[in-house]
């Protein structure tokens, strides 16, 4: 063995022959040798060339392309290269080589090195001591060197290792040496200026020295912490004797990957605990079938081997083995006393003896004991310590509970980075470790599961003409992604075998029915419906399923299936009687509907018209839903399993199912303005209106359609989709149909300028709702009407509108309109200045917001109190107001609503003289308006940042609001633009333009009834009475939330 750090230096170095200039490279990790870029680049197939001591020299040739640390536009002093002019090489064939040990830290002066190498000039090898002249930039070159005082590293020795003698570590890599430009001295890249950009390799040589003890010990030695004849003994103790039979970890996993934050969790405890009197520490770590239990505990005993010199133990209880029975607790303790040393006579017989006899064993000893794939607390308790400092290790595919002291690391399938690396890895494909891309299919296909994705691995691995698109192609045409996840007598099939064994008939049953569920995860409600028993009963069951691993719970009370375990099902089910299975199915759609029902009887917008009849089985067991908060929070919580239901039922024969669940989530998704889910979910409904050829179950999900159109600023598609519905219940003689389609129909002809024909249409809506007798649908269309009226600057008129629209909701007890119909009134009145009404509507509207658990009707009542705060100068309170409304849209996902409340912050921000940050946050709002497809928005976005920008920014911006403005016949943005685009004129002196520019603007503003046109008409006089006004600055104004001036 060697004993020196310079022995050491030199066995890891390497001879790299076939570039365009010879060079040397060293070991870093199994099968990976960095090197210099320039040593590799050019010239024929590369070579390494391993010379060891008294044998017989090994030349291999490197795999693949070497890997090469991009440049940085940085050339090198007297090399034709850029900094870094690193690279990495991988080869194979070259057994049990030793790696230098990594310093991530910098050299310091005074710091003196060795470098080992292969002089070009006669090719003797060298040990060269150096010493550090200077650590950073070199001459003009913007990159960190490390510049080295020495005059015998020469031509040939760039590669080479730079051994720190201070730290005992391998600090850098030389890449230049003398030449006549440096006589005395050479340049080495310092490693933890690349080690950034080499996260692999840095990770394999920290695994490596983990496993590898040599270059530790050489370290010890060189500072005097041991004396040779000590590090010669503890080799000998490690090759033989009682201590070889006391270390039976099986070997370490080359492949291994991740999981970094676990064990190094799990080390700090064990330094902890095998302190002097600590408790035995017992940890359970679990997790499904393939997700790495095993390889994870051999990785943690490899990595904490030195804090138990007294051995490393791993037994195997076979609880989950194909062909044998799990092992027995006293079996299991024969085997742990005859690993100790014990002979078989030595023994006693029973159980209770057995335990005791290892529990006098280990209270002496400091031990960690690895206990694989336990079936059980009774297994497992017998073989644990009574006292002492050893570590006990616990892996099984159930959770562990009754171990009430146990420490539980509960393993997840692998982050999709960590996934692409192990993939590679196993593949032994380097350019895939350079590019993800390629691979993150076939990882999400294998379900971020490390047995599944080794098993696809290993196809690559062994069919060397296959590439990633080929292995992908071939799990994209599978019928069943899980017979390809198979190797020899290995598969994940196989591995989930074991453990559903395991289950009742009860269980397995629900097990197997759960792969029937269309969605991705589920609570005891509808697991009871799936299985047909009670609620009891199936939370019980669903509890047994994650004790197995077969089941996750993601948060309280609902239970997800991973993919492949919900393919394994579905597989299992499919077997199944065809008549239960479709029954089973049945019951599933019918709670979700029924239930879905319930809860929009809560939370509904208007009565439904057109919904076809489902007759379903009330299902015995739903949630306790009697209020707003509870069917909110209901349908939050299955809004995903719902589209799903939709979807399964169109494919399975039933569209009525469709259309009907697409009706009852309407008014949730449209109170939460769950906008991309709605569109969803009417597709779906709409295909399957076709299917059922119902037209009025097409006017249904039309009216639904268009107003979701408008809102996502579409009301042109909008206008032509509503047109449609109004027609087919006009046909049909359905009064009610007709009247929620001519209240959207109007509410989108707003949008685009048809103020005659939306006034229309509103008075016939409010019509056909009195002769029904739907106050509901009456307060809808006289909200409507105010918002129109407020639009087209009727203000007095949209007050009266909102007031009565507020008192119908009320009087019907429909809090998310009343709640709106607030927010709209005080909207109005800020307008007007009347700010103490506008500051107690809004107020109200966000009690009435909160009361009906209402979370976007809130965050707009508080972006528009916050308006009010600006208004009237109080813009401390103002930022706290719109601070809360920002993250109440941000939680919720309601990005129109942040939009509104970024242009009031903008407002804030501006006026408090915190320009860049105003600008940031209203091209923000500009942007979500604009994904919103929201024109009147964008108007109003581009007039605030108008209002805030530069001179030349400012005319584009307030043009470009212009334009649009005049499109969607908005007068009060078109009123804006144009005074925007005056006020440019006046701070340049322009009168002429301004005053032509401020009478447009006046005449806009006339139209709407605004605060504005005393601004205005001040102005004009003021040019009317001085034609030379001296850069007047821009008006003051505020922002209401969506940014209209006030």
């Not at 046909?731 to 006034?759: H, K, M, P, T, W």
């Amino acid at each position: 063995m060697a004993e020196r750090l310079e022995d050491l230096v030199r066995l890891s170095t390497v001879r790299v022959v076939g570039g365009r200039a010879a060079g040397a490279g060293f070991f870093v990790g199994p099968g990976a040798v960095l090197t210099c870029e320039h040593v590799v680049a050019g010239g024929g197939p590369l070579m390494v060339r391993w010379d060891r001591d008294r044998e017989e020299t090994i030349e291999v040739p490197v795999l693949g392309t070497p890997i090469v640390v991009p440049g940085r536009g940085r050339p090198i002093p007297a090399l034709d290269c850029d900094y870094p002019d690193i690279a990495v090489l991988r080869v194979d064939g070259l057994p049990d080589h030793p790696c230098v040990m990594l310093e991530d830290d910098w050299p310091e002066p005074g710091d003196t090195f060795q470098v080992f190498g292969y002089p070009a000039e006669g090719g003797a090898t060298l040990l060269t001591p150096a010493r550090l002249i200077y650590r950073g930039p070199h001459g003009t070159a913007p990159a960190v060197f490390v510049d080295l005082g020495s005059d015998t590293i020469k031509p040939g020795m760039s590669g080479a290792a730079l051994l720190n003698l201070r730290t005992g570590q391998v600090c850098g890599v030389v890449t230049a040496s003398k030449h006549s430009d440096r006589p005395d001295g050479a340049l080495a890249i310092p490693w933890a200026e690349i080690r950034a950009e080499l996260p692999d390799i840095a990770a394999a040589n920290r695994d490596f020295h983990h496993r590898d003890g040599r270059w530790e010990k050489a370290r010890r030695l060189a500072s005097g912490a041991d004396d040779v004849a000590g590090v010669r003994a503890e080799t000998a103790q490690s090759l033989g004797g009682l201590a070889t039979a006391t270390r039976t970890l099986p070997r370490d996993v080359a492949s291994f990957t991740g999981r970094e934050r676990e064990l190094e969790s799990l080390m700090d405890i064990a330094r902890i605990s095998t302190t002097e009197g600590a408790v035995v520490g017992v940890h359970s770590i679990g997790g499904m079938a393939g997700v790495g239990k095993t390889a994870f505990v051999v990785r943690a005993g490899h990595l904490m081997s030195g804090m138990f010199p007294d051995g490393q133990i791993f037994l195997q209880l076979h609880g989950h083995t194909a062909g044998q029975r799990p092992v027995d607790p006293a079996d299991a303790l024969a085997s742990l006393l005859q690993t100790a040393g014990l002979s078989a006579k030595e023994i006693p017989t029973g159980l209770d003896m057995r335990a005791r006899m290892w529990r006098d064993y280990l209270a002496a000893r400091r031990l960690l004991i690895v206990l694989d794939d336990a079936i059980g607390y009774d297994q497992v308790s017998p073989l644990l310590p009574g006292t002492g400092e050893s570590m006990v290790l616990i892996t099984s595919r159930r959770h562990l509970t009754a171990l009430t002291d146990a420490h539980v690391i509960n393993l997840e399938t692998l982050p999709p980075h960590d996934a692409a690396q192990l993939f590679a890895r196993v593949a032994s494909r380097t350019d895939l470790m350079l590019d993800e891309s390629a691979v993150m299919p076939i990882v999400e296909a294998a379900g971020y599961l490390p047995l599944a994705i080794s098993l696809l691995a290993s196809q690559l691995r062994h069919h060397p003409t296959w590439t990633a698109t080929d292995l992908l192609a071939d799990i994209l045409a599978a019928r069943n992604r899980l017979e390809l996840m198979a190797a020899e007598n290995v598969s994940v099939t196989a591995a989930l075998e074991l453990s559903y064994q395991d289950l009742t008939v009860e269980q397995g049953r629900l097990f197997r029915r759960i792969g029937m569920h269309p969605g991705t995860d589920l609570d005891r409600y509808a697991a009871a419906a799936l299985d047909a028993v009670d609620v009891s009963t199936a939370r019980r069951q669903l509890e047994v399923l994650y004790d197995y691993n077969l089941l996750t719970q993601p948060v309280h009370g609902r239970f997800r299936a991973h993919d492949l375990v919900r393919e394994y099902a579905r597989g299992l089910a499919a077997a199944e009687n065809a008549a239960k299975a479709e029954a089973a199915g049945k019951r599933l759609l019918s709670y979700y509907l029924y239930t879905a029902r319930l809860a929009d009887t809560f939370l509904e917008r208007r009565a439904a018209a057109g919904v076809p009849e489902v007759q379903i089985d009330p299902p015995p067991w739903v949630p306790d839903i009697r209020s707003t908060r509870a069917a909110g929070a209901w349908m939050n919580n299955e809004i995903a399993n719902l589209f799903a239901a939709a979807e399964h039922a169109a494919l399975h024969g039933w569209p009525a199912i469709t259309v009907a669940l697409s009706s009852s989530v309407h008014g949730f998704l449209r109170g939460r303005s769950q906008l991309d889910q709605a569109a969803a979910f009417h597709s779906s409904a709409l295909r399957a209106a076709h299917d059922l050829d119902d037209p009025l179950a097409e006017a249904s999900i039309l009216t639904d359609s268009g107003g979701f159109q408008r809102l996502f600023g579409d009301p042109n598609g909008a206008v032509e989709c509503l047109r449609r519905a109004v027609d087919i219940y006009r046909s049909a003689g359905d009064a009610l149909g007709e009247a929620n389609a001519l209240d959207e129909l109007a509410a989108s002809q707003v949008r685009i300028g048809e103020y005659a024909n939306a006034s229309d249409n509103l008075t016939r809506a409010q019509g056909l709702y009195r002769d029904l007798g739907d106050r509901r649908g009456e307060a809808h269309a006289l909200n409507h009407l105010g918002a129109m009226q407020d639009v087209v600057g009727d203000y007095h008129a949209a007050l009266a509108s909102q007031d009565k629209a507020l008192a119908l909701y009320i009087d019907v007890d429909y809090l998310v309109g009343a709640a709106n119909a607030a927010n709209e009134l005080g909207y109005v009145q800020r307008l007007i200045g009347d700010y103490g009404a506008a500051a107690a509507s809004q107020e109200r509207a966000i009690e009435l917001a909160r009361t009906a658990g209402f979370p976007s009707g809130e965050a707009d009542a508080l972006s528009e109190l916050g308006a009010v705060q600006i208004a009237t100068g109080n813009l401390t309170l103002a930022a706290t107001t719109l601070a809360q409304a920002s993250r109440q849209c941000r939680s919720i996902g309601y990005r129109r609503g942040e939009a509104a409340v970024l242009l009031s912050l903008g407002a804030v921000q501006y006026t408090l003289g915190e320009h860049e940050e105003a600008r940031a946050n209203l091209s923000r709002a500009l942007r979500l308006y604009r994904d919103a497809r929201d024109r009147l928005g964008e108007a109003k976005a581009l007039n605030a940042i108008g209002e805030t920008a530069l001179p030349d920014e400012a005319v584009a911006s307030h043009q470009e609001a212009l334009t649009l403005a005049t499109e969607i016949r908005s007068p009060e943005e078109r009123a804006r633009a144009l005074e925007g685009l005056a006020t440019h004129h006046l701070n340049r002196n322009e009168h002429e333009e301004a005053e032509d520019l401020l009478k447009q603007s006046l005449a806009s503003y006339r139209q709407t009834s605004s605060p504005r046109v005393r601004n205005v008409e001040s102005l004009l006089s003021e040019l009317e009475g001085s034609r030379s006004v001296d850069k007047p600055q821009r008006p003051d104004g505020t922002l209401r939330p969506d940014g209209t001036s006030s």
